[in-house]
């Protein structure tokens, strides 16, 4: 993978580049930065510039690149296997080959889960991963340069794998540099961060995301211009909007009759509505509230009918016009942290059938308060 596969993020690159010229690339660097930024991909352009261009890298598939990645148990694993990156590193290929580095936790879940039971589960990296890990980094370099750990989402570590990958990073095999990329460094063992260099991405550039579209999506100008200031400079909100049948239109059906019903007190349809988003897999949940978030900061925001600071799609914004008064100084933190709390509780392996109930009944509170 070249550089010129990333969008944006040249100051980064050219601080990478620096590092290579100047012999000082550290053992362990972390990428960090907003979702969509393109922190996998610059990860992964980064290693194919250390592991020269090759053609077992078009596949990746390069004996020195070794990947590590959430994982989940299927419900074709026998009951004492614990699963490790080696499982589906087929799909993991396919996956970059196919859709690219700017690539969701979501996606990767559709890759892995064969059954609707496995949507519901939690991928983790396994102490039996960071195993796996230190056998492998510990043998001889194939090509005589670089063996490269990318460890992609490291903060979805258990904490005897946190523990291992700790021991590695104190004491890391001759000729190896770990690349972390985290979307939630923070839950990470302090530790851990503090023994990898930390590179932070921003936002993409609108007119870099503008430009993107009209040269890898074939897209007229002012397509392009308006789907780049929804995408705000996330990479995988642009093509989200591409997609007419994305994710995020059901989740506005679902906040639309959310707050209509909380407006209305029809508690029999709300238990109703509870019952239904606990069917989602539980990522799917997380990504749901992840939206209403956004659904409701758009809304308090247009209240203030200032449309340069409006990031939304023409439905979201059809319904925040009669909405949107309905969200104001005295309830947009209440209903925030309700969210997020509901999101924790989820993250926990709450019964989500409770979680979501609870949230209508506060909600119906709290859309009223003024």
């Not at 550089?3 to 050219?14: L, Y």
């Not at 352009?45 to 053609?55: K, P």
């Not at 095999?173 to 590179?199: C, G, K």
Request: aromatic letters at 8%; proline letters at 3%; hydrophobic letters at 40%.
């Amino acid at each position: 993978m070249l550089n010129s596969e990333v969008i944006g993020q040249q100051d980064i690159w050219n601080r990478l580049m620096e590092m290579v010229q100047e012999n000082r690339v550290p053992h362990a660097l972390m990428f960090c930065g907003p979702q969509g930024c393109g922190k996998l991909a610059v990860a992964l352009a980064f290693a194919s510039y250390l592991l020269g261009d090759s053609s077992m890298l078009r596949k990746w598939e390069h004996p020195d690149l070794h990947f590590t990645f959430p994982t989940i148990k299927t419900s074709e694993m026998s009951g004492d296997h614990t699963p490790v990156s080696l499982d589906f590193m087929k799909e993991w290929r396919e996956m970059l080959l196919q859709e690219g580095p700017y690539v969701l936790i979501g996606d990767w879940m559709q890759r892995m889960g064969k059954t609707d039971a496995d949507f519901n589960k939690q991928a983790i990296i396994t102490a039996d991963e960071t195993d796996n890990l230190s056998r492998e980094l510990s043998m001889m370099s194939s090509q005589g340069g670089y063996k490269i750990s990318l460890i992609w989402l490291p903060e979805r570590m258990n904490l005897t794998s946190a523990n291992k990958i700790l021991k590695l990073l104190e004491e890391p095999p001759h000729q190896t540099l770990f690349l972390l990329v985290s979307e939630q460094p923070e839950l990470l063992l302090e530790t851990i961060r503090s023994r990898a260099q930390r590179i932070d991405l921003k936002k993409i550039e609108t007119s870099e995301v503008e430009n993107a579209l009209i040269e890898r999506r074939a897209l007229d100008a002012e397509s392009a211009h308006r789907i780049a200031r929804i995408a705000n400079g996330n990479w995988n909100h642009a093509l989200e909007e591409l997609d007419s049948g994305n994710e995020n239109r059901q989740h506005l059906d679902m906040f639309i009759m959310l707050m209509r019903l909380s407006y209305m007190r029809n508690i029999h349809d709300l238990k109703k509505w509870s019952e239904v988003v606990a069917t989602f897999g539980r990522e799917k949940q997380k990504r749901m509230l992840d939206y209403f978030m956004h659904m409701l900061r758009e809304s308090f925001m247009y209240n203030f009918r200032q449309p340069e600071l409006s990031y939304m799609t023409q439905e979201e914004e059809n319904f925040a016009r009669n909405f949107a008064r309905f969200i104001n100084e005295a309830n947009i933190i209440d209903i925030s942290n309700l969210f997020e709390e509901s999101k924790r509780f989820i993250a926990q392996n709450a019964n989500p059938k409770i979680v979501f109930f609870d949230l209508a009944l506060k909600n119906i509170v709290l859309l009223i308060r003024k």
